[in-house]
């Protein structure tokens, strides 16, 4: 008999970790209370980045970004992905001397993929950036992709390979087995009751909830990531533009819109369910982006958009087993910068989900680290 699996949350790291189960063998049911990318999977900006990663999250982002390398042969669509580089720019002198040191961090730590460019390379790169900038740290393999196609193609994989998913479906309550597995309980009568052997936590804004259920401390807070699209304008810009001292996550997409975004975030309804633009907050957006590209000012925005994300205290997600079952997993609290890491973060669960040790460092992002209470700043711009 098959192990099943249950994972709640049809998200881009529930899709992956389904995939993956499926593939080795689980009998997989996914759980999803709207539907598949309803928040911040499917509506976010779609980066694909080791710039600027947490030291923690390195090993990771340069293992996930291989997965995305090879993304069609694993999954049958490359999800948009373009490796147009990603750009960290400095407007001042000792901006530049923060990315240099972050340099050296990395250089330190065994990695190359981050590197200096001085203003006149800065300038080659960029020609449209303002004259006052005065250099950047840049990866030139990352890049961007096409969240609701990249969720799409992983959810269709994992169907594929046997697994069943149920949206609009909402879990209600959640019980133990003897220790040994689980039953939740639903809201849809067709599916009251579902049994599993393991447990996957993929539930996004409302991964916290799910653990407060179960008893396990997390500090996590959803919040609403807000995005910004431009009218099509001529094109001027290749690689994905971030900044040293502003919130700023800026790319031209193929059609010749400006998709604009950053880490700020709008406003959640009281029921946790919706939410909607701060134009305070997204003002503040746009200011960054017309500080480094002043010709744009009289651009025309089209929209903006929110998405719900699960974010923890210290900028880092949950990602490994429960701290009190056996048979718990968590992925999740990804922080406005998970999107890259779906690519790896499914086969860690994988591996935790077969009882063998990953082969990539997860010991930072467990959950027991929320037993001491503690806050560490978050690096780097959102995805």
Known sequence: ??????????????????????????????????????????????????????????????????RWQRLEALIGDNGGFHACGQIKVAENVDEMTALEARAAQVRELGFDHEILLSRAELRRRVPAIASHCVGALACDGDGAADPYRTLTAWRRRSQRKGARWLEGVRVTNIETIRSEGWRLWTDHSDFRCLEGDWLINCAGGWAGELSQWLGERVELEPRALMMTITERISPFLVPVIGAAGRALSFKQRENGTVMIGGGLFGSIDTDGESSKVNFRRLAKNIESALALFPFMRETKIIRNWTGIEGVTIDGLPVLGNSARYDRLIHSFGYSAHGFQLSAITGEIVRDLACEREPKLPITPFAIQRFDTPRSTARAGHAT
């Open 1 to 66: 008999m098959k192990p099943r699996a249950l994972v709640v949350g049809g998200g881009l790291h529930g899709a992956c970790a389904a995939m993956h189960l499926a593939s080795s063998g689980f009998d997989v049911t996914v759980i999803e209370k709207q539907y598949a990318g309803r928040h911040a999977s499917g509506v976010n900006a779609g980066g694909v980045r080791r710039l600027g990663r947490h030291p923690a999250e390195i090993p990771l982002a340069v293992a996930a970004l291989e």
